[in-house]
């Protein structure tokens, strides 16, 4: 994709401090839902509700202006860090353990190196108490390249292109393909009517997402205490973002049942032609039949055959994904420092650590 605007075009960015007028906010949300590279993390509401599960008391949002339109929304948090004795303010994206791929609203629109660049240059004029910046899990899909890249980022997310597909056979790996099919036998066999549904309605979405909750809690994310049911802030979270996604059209909950029982589920989002899977979960009693893969493997098909998806995203590439082949999106990593002279101390020291 060729970038809409260029460093000629003089796109101009404004640092807002904790809260963005609503004119903004406003022009954040279409900007997202008009991009055709955005994903939940573009959305306003992704990160204004993000609020709750970060440990910062001050954000900040770089907006990018051109023509008094705005044409990117870059989200950051301000963290107290400590290297030894040294104590630092870091910038850093809207993170968290819920968000594992970053694009930023109306980003692809943009060359990645001007947008890097211009980005550090307005944050070192317009926010002068910062030492480090640090972007992690960024998806940019243009070639070029930032100084403030860091090259030795080893972060993935996995995906599958589907637009040619004619079937689930041209997508998943045989051998795969060959077990899930026999264990979705084993399970027809036990258990009758066996079906993917899929909720999008906007007035279904709390009863679907509760379905995805009981059944991760169920398992050894629920013995962990890490299930989104265990934590009040990451279930409010949830229940907030994909409602409010829900009522843009962006949000779906899969599930996977047998003879009416929920046995797995999956907590998506849909943008344009691309489906994010976020959450997958099964029931731990169902592992003999790979209730997992089946839901998968039904979810793939079901985008195949209805034709509106192009590509199925994992989000991230994780150790089990990598039976099923998929095809690999790098994810960047961003780090600068400010002008000032903590920061070039802070640089140098840093450098030296990481060097030895």
């Known amino acids: 994709m060729k970038p809409k605007y260029d460093i000629e ?133 243009h070639k070029s390249k930032s100084l403030y890249f860091k090259f030795d980022y080893r972060r993935y997310s996995g995906y599958y292109a589907i637009e040619h597909a004619k079937s689930v056979s041209d997508i998943i790996p045989k051998k795969l393909l060959k077990n899930i099919a026999r264990n979705e036998k084993k399970l027809e066999k036990a258990h009758t009517n066996v079906k993917l549904i899929k909720v999008d309605n906007p007035e279904q979405i709390n009863s679907a997402l509760n379905v995805f909750y009981q059944i991760e809690k169920s398992g050894w994310k629920g013995q962990n205490n890490t299930a989104i049911a265990c934590d009040e802030n990451i279930r409010s979270f949830y229940d907030k973002t994909w409602n409010e996604f829900a009522s843009y059209g962006n949000a779906c909950v899969f599930v996977l049942s047998a003879e009416g029982k929920p046995i797995a589920s999956a907590i998506a989002f849909i943008h344009g032609e691309n489906l ?63 002008n000032n002279i903590a920061s070039k101390i802070l640089s140098f020291f840093l450098n030296i650590m990481r060097a030895l």
């Open 9 to 141: 075009r003089k796109i101009f960015w404004e640092c807002y401090k904790n809260k963005l007028p609503a004119e903004i906010v406003e022009q954040w949300v279409q900007l997202a839902k008009n991009s055709a590279g955005s994903s939940a993390s573009s959305y306003a509401n992704f990160s204004i509700n993000s609020k709750k599960l970060i440990d910062s008391n001050t954000f900040y949002y770089a907006v990018a202006f051109y023509q008094d339109k705005v044409v990117c929304v870059v989200p950051f948090s301000m963290f107290e860090r400590k290297f030894f004795l040294f104590r630092f303010k870091q910038l850093h994206n809207i993170d968290h353990n819920q968000l594992d791929l970053f694009t930023a609203a109306g980003q692809n629109e943009i060359d990645s190196a001007f947008l890097v660049n211009s980005l550090v240059s307005a944050l070192r004029v317009q926010i002068d108490s910062w030492h480090q910046l640090v972007v992690s899990n960024w998806f940019l899909n």
């Open 276 to 338: 994010y899977l976020h959450k997958i979960a099964f029931l731990e009693t169902y592992n003999s039949f790979g209730a997992g893969s089946i839901l998968i493997k039904q979810i793939i098909k079901d985008a195949i055959d209805n034709q509106k998806i192009q590509l199925i995203s994992f989000v991230t590439d994780p150790e089990w994904l990598k039976r099923w082949h998929t095809k690999k999106h790098k994810l960047y990593a961003v780090e600068a420092f400010n």
